[in-house]
Nanobody, 115 residues
Framework: QVQLVESGGGLVQPGGSLRLSCAAS????????MGWYRQAPGKQREMVAV???????NYADSVKGRFTVSRDNAKNTVYLQMNSLKPEDTAVYYC?????????WGQGTQVTVSS
């Protein structure tokens, strides 16, 4: 069983930056997709940014040019660098790993963008 632990959320002013981290309990080698989703109150969970084992990335249109997903294979960790944050980025951010046709989710970390 893979466990994912997110960190790095918090309160930030509009225009500010945060970096989220997601550490996996086991090696994230082989073929996988790992990334970030978010869910705002009253809304469905949506994909924010993902990175594949091939290195390919995909971003939601709303975050392109502001967010960057990256990974450190040696640390089994995926990151989400969030710049130019907006109030509409406020949500619980979840890490997800898809490997061998199974999905694993982290517990989520709150990001609040407010002045």
């Amino acid at each position: 069983q893979v466990q994912l632990v997110e960190s790095g959320g918090g309160l930030v002013q509009p225009g500010g930056s945060l970096r989220l981290s997601c550490a996996a309990s086991t090696s994230i080698s082989g073929t996988y997709v790992m990334g970030w989703y978010r869910q705002a109150p009253g809304k469905q969970r949506e994909m924010v940014a993902v990175i594949a084992s091939s290195g390919g990335t995909n971003y939601a249109d709303s975050v392109k040019g502001r967010f960057t997903v990256s990974r450190d294979n040696a640390k089994n960790t995926v990151y989400l660098q969030m710049n130019s944050l907006k109030p509409e980025d406020t949500a619980v951010y979840y890490c997800k790993l898809t490997k061998l046709l199974r999905d694993y989710w982290g517990q989520g970390t709150q990001v609040t963008v407010s002045s």
